[in-house]
């Protein structure tokens, strides 16, 4: 199923590019089920501890979803890295694909487009739609680990995730 949402429309034409100089096709997307943004740089010490927690789900995610039509998940990073030696070294710890360093632009309106203010951000789309689910998936990876993706698609999670009221306080 390849989604009726553009994805170069938001992330430009421009491949993708992973880890080992791999390049991804931006519509390629169009082929899981949510798409997740991750507004993040190795600079930051928040970030350094979310993104190996991130890439264990991801990678069992990956690995339990290659049955599954469409996929279940993908992950895009986004850089707020200094220098293209910050980020190809954050890459190099990450097993999803990222905006191309040389493509400020395109970073700077995904952060305006989805008010990010704070780092590390995960916003979690609907690959299929290009609708907004949560602006707060670093909470929904908080709370339900490799079953986060799913839980991103289950309407009464997302009332919950996305209330400014605080649910979850013990």
């Not at 199923?1 to 791999?22: A, C, D, H, Q, T």
């Not at 740089?41 to 264990?56: E, G, I, Q, V």
């Not at 990073?77 to 990450?94: A, T």
């Not at 632009?105 to 739609?129: E, H, N, S, Y």
């Amino acid at each position: 199923v390849m989604s009726s949402f553009e994805w170069s429309s938001i992330l430009g034409k421009k491949n993708l590019v992973l880890r080992n100089n791999v390049s991804q096709r931006v519509d390629d997307l169009g082929f899981v089920k949510v798409v997740g943004l991750y507004f993040s740089a190795h600079w930051c010490p928040p970030c350094r501890s979310f993104t190996p927690k991130l890439a264990k789900f991801y990678e069992k995610i990956s690995k339990e979803g290659m049955v599954e039509r469409p996929m279940p998940l993908e992950i895009v990073f986004v850089s707020s890295d200094r220098d293209k030696r910050s980020f190809d070294k954050y890459l190099s710890q990450m097993p999803w694909s990222a905006v191309d360093f040389s493509a400020r632009d395109i970073k700077d309106k995904l952060a305006a487009k989805f008010g990010v203010r704070g780092i590390p951000c995960l916003v979690l789309l609907d690959a299929q739609t290009g609708e907004l689910l949560t602006k707060n998936g670093r909470k929904l990876v908080t709370l339900y680990g490799s079953d986060f993706a799913r839980k991103a698609l289950d309407k009464e999670v997302l009332k919950k995730v996305n209330s400014p009221v605080n649910f979850f306080t013990s």
